[in-house]
């Protein structure tokens, strides 16, 4: 294939991803995301920063936020492999705060419009003094402020603007293997980023060490308590569709909320079919349900008791009492890391650590054994501290 001339904005120098129009030369990857940046008005805020957190940070917290601030001081970037549930929000805080106290602005970025929508009341909160913003496709009214919550399809709108950006779950769809995303954070920020996730490969953090990156851990969830592990019943997959009948009853009866996750979208439209014809008030959600907001709120409040969703709730989602069913978890979209984000739903709340991780599935596979190491091991840290 020929080389070429790079795209100045995402590197693409595939010739047939090329084209020209009226004598100019443009690149088709990343055409939807050129637009005129959004231009750093002089001074736009005068205002004295505050951190209203409500509680105070864990011991564990504590010394991981210290030591972000600290990286972040040096303007080095900062890589935090935290297990679910560890409060990954609340260590990054102190940074955030740092930085608007230094006339700077922070970007805190999400691959998930849903996940967007579930952080940036927890930012206004903690932030009450400073503006904070939320943008996301169709929701683009307002771009600027001292905190921007947004997707990173949201970026190109940024060019060197952010001084820290936080890229929470960096290693979730769709940016994971997206080459403009990609250079679309690198160049919307001036400063230094802040990646956050649960799911770190020791090749990422192995990689990101010997370019000079600071790599802080957090193997122990805010409340102190272990993870819930997983359990795994194996049957065939029609015989399981019984089984979750008689363990989703249980729980609904017992007012605790269920999220059941599959793999396709076939599979989803099929358990859930048969589901509500045993068990009402449940919903099936993925990315392309027109009522998905309306139907994970009244999930939140209680009015409707179980959901049925592909991976689009795997992260972000916190709900007490909360339990969780993997089906098909032999299939091969459910690696390794999708599993743990998936059990990382249950026992997040302090006032009920525990819960149950349900997999049903033929055989067990090897992503299934890797989760279930990778809790053990974060459990075995926990019990080495007490």
Same mark, same amino acid.
């Given at each position: 294939?020929? =080389? ?7 590197? %693409? ?33 005068? =205002? $004295? ?18 030591? =972000? ?20 929000? $609340? ?26 929508? +579930? ?17 996301? !496709? ?39 293997? %997206?080459?403009?995303?990609?250079? /679309? ?34 193997? #122990? ?17 029609? @015989?399981?569709?019984? @089984?979750?009948?008689?363990? &989703? ?8 909320? &269920? ?7 076939? +599979? ?27 139907? #994970? ?26 339990? &969780? ?8 979209? /459910? ?6 984000? /998936?059990?990382?739903? &249950? !026992? ?19 992503? /299934? ?18």
């Amino acid at each position: 294939m020929e =080389i070429i001339q790079p795209c100045s904005f995402c590197g %693409n120098r595939e010739t047939d991803l090329f084209d020209t129009r009226k004598g100019v030369r443009y690149c088709r990857v990343c055409l939807p995301f050129q637009t005129e940046p959004i231009v750093i008005q002089a001074q736009p805020f005068s =205002i $004295e920063h505050v951190l209203k957190l409500g509680y105070a940070l864990t011991p564990a917290q504590q010394r991981v936020s210290e030591g =972000i601030l600290t990286a972040i001081q040096q303007q080095k970037d900062v890589m935090v492999d935290a297990v679910t549930g560890s409060g990954k929000t $609340e260590i990054v805080f102190a940074s955030i705060l740092w930085t608007l106290k230094q006339g700077g602005r922070v970007g805190f970025v999400i691959p998930r419009r849903d996940v967007v929508r +579930e952080l940036f009341p927890r930012l206004v909160n903690a932030f009450p003094f400073s503006t904070c913003v939320e943008v996301y !496709g169709g929701h683009t009214d307002q771009l600027e402020g001292h905190i921007t919550v947004l997707t990173t399809h949201q970026l190109y709108r940024y060019q060197h603007y952010f001084s820290l950006l936080v890229f929470d779950e960096v290693d979730a769809f769709p940016y994971v293997g %997206n080459r403009v995303l990609k250079k /679309m954070v690198k160049r919307s920020v001036k400063g230094s980023i802040i990646y956050l996730s649960a799911t770190f490969t020791p090749y990422v953090l192995k990689a990101f060490h010997e370019i000079g990156g600071h790599i802080e851990r957090l193997e #122990i969830r805010h409340h102190q308590h272990p993870m819930p592990q997983l359990k795994w019943i194996r049957t065939w997959q029609f @015989l399981s569709y019984f @089984l979750m009948i008689d363990r &989703v009853k249980i729980w609904v009866k017992n007012h605790k909320p &269920v999220i059941i996750f599959v793999p396709t979208l076939a +599979e989803g439209k099929r358990l859930f079919q048969w589901l509500s014809l045993w068990i009402p008030k449940g919903r099936w959600v993925h990315a392309g349900t027109p009522s998905r907001d309306e139907d #994970i709120e009244a999930f939140k409040q209680g009015k409707v008791h179980y959901l049925v969703s592909t991976s689009i709730l795997e992260r972000g989602i916190t709900l007490v009492h909360l339990q &969780v069913i993997i089906a098909s978890a032999d299939h091969p979209l /459910m690696e390794e890391k999708t599993l743990i984000q /998936m059990a990382g739903r &249950v !026992g997040r709340k302090k006032e009920d650590p525990n819960g149950e991780v349900i997999l049903y599935a033929q055989v067990v596979t090897p992503a /299934m054994v890797a989760s279930y190491q990778r809790i053990e091991n974060a459990n075995r840290a926990l019990s080495d501290l007490f």
